[in-house]
């Protein structure tokens, strides 16, 4: 169970750094094949993240133990939507969407 933690927190730095490396590529170039790129990144991420929060979700329900941990890294995971959204918001900014 503590491996799906660190997957769990390890994916959601990627999610983050490789989500501001698209946002910030874009913002330098203005080539809408990064925005619609980090657009279908945006949904794998979402679902990949889904998972391993679910996950640790029925570990926690099911096994005491790592409870908060595991609640602590959903969390941590969960706190990419408000990023991700003003990531987007930016984005169809610059787009005139």
């Known amino acids: 169970m503590k ?34 790129f980090g657009y279908f990144y945006l949904l794998a991420a979402i679902f990949i993240n889904l998972i391993i929060a679910l996950v640790l979700f029925v570990f926690s329900v099911t096994n005491t133990e790592n409870r908060t941990k595991n609640l602590k890294t959903i969390g941590v995971m969960l706190f990419n939507i408000p990023i991700a959204y003003l990531y987007v918001i930016i984005v169809f900014d610059y787009l005139h969407l």
Do not use: C
């Open 3 to 36: 491996q799906f933690n660190q997957i769990g927190l390890k994916i959601a730095i990627a999610s983050f750094v490789i989500g501001t490396f698209f946002l910030i590529s874009y913002a330098i170039t203005h080539i809408e094949g990064i925005a619609v």
